[in-house]
């Protein structure tokens, strides 16, 4: 990912913050103030963030495959056709297997996925103005539900068929797992899913195919959101307290065993069922969210934290920010940007987006030196690498409450949309 987006936001909240209110001159037609400078630059960073997401490039595509392999033109997977509840189906003939595109690609042989709240997200619909925004600028169809029949699923463990002539991170043959592109509509919960080279990492050799495919989402959304950002570090979160919202889920699941790994202290909420779990992952203080309120619970003994990951939205902001020292941060991995962008456009969705986090933000830099920003999910080969040495430590281990065969996937997702989850749903694809 390129600096440009986070120059272009830094130079947005430096016009709001310091350009005063009455600076103003004209360039030809277009007048040049404190507002116009603001919002320029905020659509810039967006517009550049969202390219960043496009990955891979290139026409021609010489093709390595593995000799035992041999698809077929047709594959099973969980598709849907239309927008809308209750729309997700298993097909065994409607989708054909992949081909590679682009001399990154790879085509995987996938024994095994999992679930996302994000994949019951697209199948209703929402955030289809936004990714349809994608695929029209990779030049996939998108227009009038062009991208249907869409496959769904982005985390994959499985093994390398084929791959383009520009990889050489993988070979036919080799074990790997992945997260793909949120937009892509050739998802992974099938018989064979296209990743790239770049989003690609070999399969931990102490995890099942199984145990794989329950951590690449996840941890990449948690790795985007709290590393990347530079909101904590391996280095950094050494005896400093977070507090993770929701810690019994797939984010909750993964964030405590990251920062308990690298030596945090860690407070999470969850209901009964799910402390014995979040003792054995290894959090410090857990408070059952169905007897206490978190904030009056933390608020009376006086606990400040550097970090604060919250997994429920608006409803927790304030207590969120309430309970975030000085010099802290709270991440929050929900965010209007979907709801807003389906509504406005992509253009006009992006801004009022933007300008909602800033309503926040700003005044918390301000006034409290703590900071307010919106998590993220990116594939990202190299990060999983680095947790890749993780999980083979030890230190993080997969947490499944289910598993499915591909067959059964409508019911998988039947079970997933309960919510409260104790870990992920994985669908082993393998299985009869």
Known sequence: MSNLPI??????????????????????EFPVNRGSLTITCAIAAVVLFIKDRLDG??????IKKAKHTTPGKKMKAIIIT????????YSDDKINVPKLKQPSDILVHVKAASLNPVDLMISQGNGKVMYNKMRMAKGEPAECDAELPLVLGHDVSGVVVKVGKDVKKVKAGDEVWASIPIWRSEGTLA????????????????LSHTEAAALPFVALSVWTSLVKSMAINSKQAKKRRILILGGTG??????????????????????KGGIELMKRL???????????????????????FHLILDTQGPSSYQACLNLCGSGGHVVTLVSPLHSMTDKHGLVWGAIKATLARLKIGIPQKLF???????????????????????????????????????????AAFQQLSTGHRKGKIVIDVDAR
């Open 7 to 28: 120059v272009f936001f830094v130079l947005s909240t430096a016009s709001f913050v310091f350009v005063p209110n009455d600076f103003s001159f004209q360039i030809s």
């Open 57 to 62: 490039d290139g026409d021609n595509v010489t």
């Open 82 to 89: 239309k927008y809308g509840n209750n729309t997700i189906e």
């Open 191 to 206: 018989e064979y899913a296209i990743v790239n080279e770049y989003d690609v990492s070999h399969k931990p050799n102490n």
């Open 250 to 271: 797939g984010i909750g699941t993964f964030a405590i065993q990251l920062i308990k790994a690298w030596g945090g202290h860690v407070t999470t909420t969850c209901s």
């Open 282 to 304: 290894g959090a410090d203080q857990i408070i059952d969210y169905t007897k206490e309120d978190f904030e009056t619970v933390l608020s009376q003994k006086k606990q400040k």
């Open 368 to 410: 409290h030196s703590r900071s307010f920003s919106w998590g993220i999910y990116a594939p990202d080969g190299q990060a999983l690498d680095k947790i890749k040495l993780l999980v083979e430590a030890g230190k993080i281990k997969p947490v499944i409450e289910e598993t499915f065969p591909l067959s059964e996937g409508v």
